[in-house]
């Protein structure tokens, strides 16, 4: 039992789907956000929408967007606890006569109340191809801490063990650790794919899916067995899969039925499956 985790049901009321370690919740995330007891989350991963038109979201003027944006980013920073952490995943969006592809961290960086550790690189291999400028294939994931010092930093359980020359020494001392490199702040993890022929093992009907290996990463590498996770903007529900995976409560919010019943339906095969959900997902 988990009574730090059952002290924010608590607070929050009743889920729309909940088991021992994971609770879904219905609804609008600024108004459940203010329902969160202060410093009672460990951990934040989440992909808010770009406002770039998706089926999800209604776009809004770049101003309104950013001052939603800030207000779920108060909220955010209000319910994780003094030495917690929030990866946020960001793309592009157009800005008229300004920009084609403008990094969003561009437009938000003054309105995150967290400490800014750094920005990750995500670099995926498929997308679109372009004629008239270069095909993307990026998107950011903003680092963020509560405290500048005081935070958790798991690197051993994020070693990246590809390592080119793993028994090179200096002074008869070896020059790598033998768990691995540091991944460095540019990630090379596939993107959840689409199409006959193509489509990722994890693809589910959400048009924004996030992958379940860039998950795992920032929540090894930011928290620890019985930590609690939040996903504001839940979707398909890879947060909540990979958090269950590794053992840490969590908890989703998600305004949409169909994309809430979709996260449902990926934890009860989870639980069913007991490990083919996220192979490489082991718990640390």
């Not at 809004?60 to 779920?72: A, I, K, P, T």
């Not at 930093?153 to 008869?172: A, H, I, M, S, T």
């Not at 033998?178 to 959840?192: A, F, L, R, T």
Request: hydrophobic share 35%; glycine share 4%; aromatic share 10%.
């Amino acid at each position: 039992m988990n009574f730090a985790f059952d002290a924010i049901i608590s607070a929050l009321g009743e889920p729309y789907f909940r088991d021992d370690q994971i609770a879904i919740y219905l609804g609008d995330s600024l108004k459940l956000l203010r329902q969160f007891p202060e410093n009672s989350i460990d951990l934040v991963v989440t992909s808010p929408p770009y406002n770039i038109g998706k089926e999800y979201e209604s776009v809004l003027r770049l101003n309104d967007y950013v001052e939603w944006c800030s207000s779920w980013l108060q909220l955010l920073h209000s319910a994780t606890s003094t030495n917690g952490t929030m990866w946020l995943n960001l793309g592009y969006l157009e800005v008229p006569e300004k920009a084609k592809a403008l990094p969003i961290p561009y437009l938000l960086w003054n309105h995150i109340p967290f400490y800014i550790q750094q920005e990750i690189v995500w670099n995926y291999s498929a997308g679109v191809a372009c004629k008239n400028r270069f095909s993307p294939r990026n998107e950011k994931m903003l680092w963020c801490t509560k405290s500048p010092e005081n935070y958790l930093f798991n690197l051993d359980d994020v070693r990246d063990p590809n390592v080119k020359y793993p028994l090179q020494r200096k002074n008869g001392k070896l020059r790598c650790n033998p768990n691995g490199k540091n991944p460095s702040d540019v990630w090379e993890i596939s993107k959840v794919t689409s199409g006959e022929n193509r489509s990722s093992k994890e693809r589910t009907s959400h048009p924004a899916q996030y992958p379940e290996e860039l998950v795992a990463r920032c929540i090894k590498a930011s928290s620890n067995r019985d930590s609690i996770v939040l996903d504001p903007f839940l979707g398909s529900g890879t947060t909540l899969g990979v958090a269950y995976s590794l053992k840490r409560p969590a908890i989703g919010i998600e305004i949409r039925k169909d994309y809430a019943d979709i996260a449902v339906q990926r934890l009860l095969a989870l639980k069913r499956s007991h490990a083919e959900f996220l192979p490489f997902a082991t718990a640390s």
